[in-house]
């Protein structure tokens, strides 16, 4: 599925941390090892027939027990629940692409609904909004993986 992205968030990361006691009365942080990212917010052009809103909207029915576990959920389990998605970032002068972060273990949480106005003689575009969870995100600069170590020259 492909989505006409508008306006997306590159997510941020946080890793908490536990206070470590000193004999000096004071703590330091160490880290827990634990990885916590932001939620992944798209806000895409419906196309015409609705085809890119009805597929979230059925990878998130497909993930509940609405009606019976026969008809919603998915047959090959929780493999099937998730996906990797690629966000990238254009240039707009010159329509380059210039990052690439793609997300694994992806799932939809949240997708908007929509509004139909019938008292408009003008072309409305249709906008709908999808929130993600995932596992973790990688970003690629120019088809490189940027790496893990990598600190910006810190």
């Given at each position: 599925?492909?989505?006409?992205c508008q306006r997306a968030n590159l997510p941020?990361?946080?890793?908490?941390?536990?206070?470590?006691?000193?004999?000096?009365?004071?703590t330091i942080p160490v880290p827990t090892l634990?990885?916590?990212?932001?939620?992944?917010?798209?806000?895409?052009?419906?196309?015409?027939?609705?085809?890119?809103?009805?597929?979230?909207?059925?990878?998130?029915?497909?993930?509940?027990?609405?009606?019976?576990?026969?008809?919603?959920?998915?047959?090959?389990?929780?493999?099937?629940?998730?996906?990797?998605?690629?966000?990238?970032?254009?240039?707009?002068?010159?329509?380059?692409?210039?990052?690439?972060?793609?997300?694994?273990?992806?799932?939809?949480?949240?997708?908007?609904?929509?509004?139909?106005?019938?008292?408009?003689?003008?072309?409305?575009?249709?906008?709908?909004?999808?929130?993600?969870?995932?596992?973790?995100?990688?970003?690629?600069?120019?088809?490189?993986?940027?790496?893990?170590?990598?600190?910006?020259?810190?």
């Amino acid at each position: 599925m492909e989505l006409m992205c508008q306006r997306a968030n590159l997510p941020g990361i946080s890793v908490p941390d536990q206070p470590q006691p000193t004999t000096l009365g004071i703590t330091i942080p160490v880290p827990t090892l634990v990885a916590s990212f932001e939620t992944l917010n798209v806000e895409f052009i419906v196309d015409s027939k609705l085809n890119n809103w009805q597929s979230l909207y059925g990878w998130i029915r497909n993930l509940t027990n609405i009606q019976t576990v026969e008809n919603y959920n998915l047959p090959g389990g929780y493999q099937d629940w998730h996906h990797q998605a690629n966000l990238y970032v254009y240039n707009p002068a010159d329509n380059c692409e210039i990052l690439r972060a793609t997300f694994h273990y992806i799932i939809p949480t949240r997708l908007s609904g929509l509004v139909f106005q019938a008292d408009s003689s003008d072309a409305l575009i249709q906008k709908a909004t999808c929130s993600f969870k995932y596992s973790y995100y990688n970003l690629w600069v120019d088809d490189e993986e940027v790496p893990e170590d990598w600190n910006g020259g810190l």
